[in-house]
Each structure stands twice: as structure tokens, then as C-alpha cells.
């Protein structure tokens, strides 16, 4: 039916409804997908954002296996991209790190690096030695202990605790009957302990040392680093 005025009815205008945030549901099944698992380790894990040829040549993938997987990331609110220009001629690199509300996940934020490294030069500016570190590092390792009171062993409980904290540990049975080679395949704190070797190595020691003192079965054989020429690992002895 027309207006009596004559007049056309005025069409309102499409309401837009706001954009709906990513769900937990949807974070956590992009998380379900195993590559998609380690791109998000690597990406927590750097110190800078990377680019897809950086995550692959690490994960050993091709780079249009990552991409897509990168993508699907952003979708769901995990992973930011920037571009710069400092590939090659003409072509910008993208370049993706952890967004800022991502989940942690139990990992180190992205800043977490930093802070550390400059904690680090600070230590170096007082003067504290390895022997402060391993002491420090002790006291760590006995609070998180304390996680693993029903664990079967406390060697199992000490490779549970480094593959948290990104070591990538890998057993296998050392000389002695009563000891394992605990060995770290990955060492998140690796850019860190080439500048500060000493302190760095110091803390993990004492980490180690700290969290099987109060596990209380075993102990510490010996801890090699990256000053040895042993790679890094630590011998765990049963008392």
C-alpha cells in the first residue's frame, strides 16, 4: 500500500553487526593441529617475528605447507603479521609473532626475552658469578618440584619439567646402571647463554640440581654445557 503524502518509504540502512571475536573453542581446535602446535612453539619461542621461510626451514617443511597454517592462525586471533620491506628486491617480507591476547599457553610471552637479557647484563654489572646463578636457579628448581609430588620416578618428573620449559629433552642410559643421560635436543635459552654462557648455564644447573634435590631419589652426575665439549646434557644418578 502507497504513503497518502505520495512519498517512496525510505529503505533503512543494513545493520551491521560488530565483528564476533574468535572463541577459546576455536583457538583450541586451530592448537589441535600438530603443525599448527609447532609453528605456535616456534613463534613463542623467537625473540623477533619470522617469517614463513624462517618457521619452515626450521620445522623442516615447505613453505607452502606453513603458509596456509599461518593463515588459518591469524583467523582465529593466535598469530600477527607485519610486512617490511627487506627481502628481496620488490617483494615485502610478512613477518608473524604471537599476538598480543594469545594465549600463553604456560610459555614465555614474547617480551620475555628481553626482560631476561637485560636482567642478565645487569647481573654481569654487579658481578654475579655462576655460583649466584646455580643458587637461584636451585631455588626454582625446588618450587617446581613440588608439581611433581605423584610422579612415578623423578627422572620422569625432570623430563615432564624440561619439555614444559622447551629443552626438548631426550634419554637414553648412561655408563653406570644407576645413571641416565638426560640430553637437550632444543635450548630455549640458547641466544641468551651465548652472551652470558656462565650465568645462563649457572641457572639451568641449578634448576636441574634444585628440582632433583627436592624430588629426593636422585642427584646430578655431572652437567655439561655449552663450554664443554660434551653437548649439553646432564648424567641423573639414583641415590
Do not use: W
Request: charged fraction near 25%.
Amino acid at each position: 500500500m502507497g504513503r497518502d503524502d505520495g512519498a517512496s518509504p525510505r529503505a533503512e540502512p543494513p545493520r551491521l553487526e560488530p565483528p564476533t571475536a574468535p572463541s577459546r573453542l576455536d583457538v583450541l581446535k586451530a592448537l589441535g593441529d600438530n603443525t599448527r602446535y609447532a609453528i605456535y612453539l616456534e613463534l613463542a619461542r623467537a625473540v623477533r617475528p619470522l617469517t614463513t621461510a624462517e618457521v619452515s626451514e626450521t620445522l623442516q617443511l615447505h613453505p607452502n605447507t606453513v603458509r596456509p597454517h599461518l593463515e588459518r592462525m591469524r583467523d582465529v586471533g593466535l598469530v600477527e603479521m607485519t610486512v617490511d620491506g627487506r627481502g628481496d628486491v620488490g617483494r615485502p617480507q610478512h613477518r608473524y609473532a604471537l599476538a598480543a591476547d594469545a594465549p600463553s599457553l604456560g610459555l614465555e610471552p614474547p617480551l620475555m626475552p628481553l626482560l631476561a637479557g637485560m636482567v642478565l647484563a645487569m647481573a654481569d654489572r654487579m658481578g654475579a658469578g655462576p655460583d649466584d646463578a646455580e643458587a637461584v636457579g636451585a631455588q626454582e628448581g625446588r618450587r617446581r618440584a613440588t608439581r611433581f609430588a605423584a610422579a612415578p620416578s623423578s627422572l620422569e618428573a625432570l623430563v615432564s619439567d624440561l619439555d614444559l620449559l622447551g629443552f626438548d629433552p631426550v634419554v637414553t642410559d648412561g655408563d653406570a646402571d644407576d645413571t641416565a643421560i638426560v640430553a637437550f635436543a632444543h635450548c630455549p635459552f640458547a641466544d641468551l647463554a651465548a652472551d652470558h654462557p656462565a650465568l645462563v648455564c649457572g641457572l639451568h644447573r641449578g634448576l636441574v640440581g634444585g628440582f632433583l634435590a627436592e624430588m629426593g631419589d636422585t642427584d646430578v652426575a655431572e652437567f655439561c654445557t655449552l663450554v664443554d665439549r660434551t653437548p649439553c646434557q646432564v648424567a641423573v644418578r639414583s641415590r
